[in-house]
């Protein structure tokens, strides 16, 4: 076992509600040591001669991603190959051996290891997981070098710290990862749930269903909203809360909440009884934390890492995503039975409480990386 004096650089994207909460889970887990924070995405601005040629790659590499929406210019100048490579070279400034115990890098988007520094990843996603989503198109894959640079990210880690068993096995699947360097710790809430106490939602009879997701598409938005046309034929007390997402929904008994604030989510959680997510790609999914920490049962699709959070029968259903017919099925089953409701919402706090917390993944962190170091 190491000796943990020494600072931790932690590396992310740019300052953001899951970079606060991993700071947070780091200090809990190691009290002795120091957090340094760097953003790539300031590196990068900072190194003002890559912009003209990076942003020709930006052009050549991501313009399809960025005619389809799926993200902008600004978050596509650190997904390419000249940036990657750029960016592993400028990160030699900033974390230094002598100085940082270890580097704690959150996703795989870019390398940034360095020499003599033990280097530990934490992600939700491969690139090449996307080949298990049914609605994916293999045109969408990036490029050969892309792939390569992102096995340099597995190959270069001491560890490879996963929120869920599918991507830990799509590492060994699609990328050749030995398992013994790979270890699924999962994830808490960013959302503070320690005083979002019994639910009030008139003991699971009052019917609302919530629905939480920025991307209603991607999310499956729009067959929730075909499926719960179904459920009103059945339920016409039913109700649908739609948070984040502003889509316009043409729907009664419906209420579409837009962008909602961290802290007043809860509230809305508070007031559910059923939480539907049918989402169609799901590297993770905070949003279901939050709803089994509330003690929810879920309609959910049989995607990504959502079979580690909902058990079919045991705190949900799941469901093959894009079809409206047996999410509405769904549903009406819990609707039909509060004592189900309360049952399955019983059953994914506990499962919530013993897994998923940034407590519980930060001492599972903390042990791994002490065997290491």
Known sequence: MGDTNGRIALVSTYAHLSRASMERMLKGAFPESEVDNFSVNDVVKRNRAWIPWNLWYVAKECGGEILRGEFGPRYALFRTTYAFKRLREAMQQYIRPGRHLFSFQMQSLYNTSVPGVPYFVYTDHTHLSNLNYPDFDRKELRSQEWIDLERSIYDSATVVFTRSTDVAADLVRYYNISPDKIECVYAGSNVDVKNAGEPNNNGYSNKRIIFV?????????????????????????????????????????????????????????????????????????????????????????????????????????????????????????????????????????????????????????????????
Not at 215 to 230: C, I, N, S
Not at 245 to 273: F, I, M
Not at 292 to 320: Q, Y
């Open 213 to 373: 997701g920025v991307d209603w598409l991607r999310k499956g938005g729009a067959e929730l909203q075909e499926a719960f046309r179904t459920v009103l034929k059945s339920h016409p007390d039913a109700h649908l809360t739609i948070a984040g997402s502003n889509t316009p929904v043409d729907l009664p008994n419906c209420t579409v909440l837009g962008p909602v604030n961290a802290s007043d989510l809860s509230r809305y959680y508070t007031e559910a009884s059923v939480f539907c997510l049918p989402t169609k790609r799901e590297p993770f999914g905070i949003a279901f934390v939050e709803a089994m920490t509330h003690r929810l049962p879920i309609v959910a699709t049989r995607v990504g890492a959502v079979p580690d959070m909902v058990e079919e029968g045991v705190n949900g259903f799941l469901v093959e995503p894009g079809k409206a017919e047996p999410l509405a099925q769904a549903l009406c089953k819990l609707l039909d039975s509060p004592q189900l409701c309360r049952e399955f919402g019983r059953r994914s706090y506990e499962k919530a409480v013993e897994r998923y917390t940034w407590e519980g993944t930060g001492q599972r962190i903390r042990k791994r990386i002490l065997k290491e170091i």
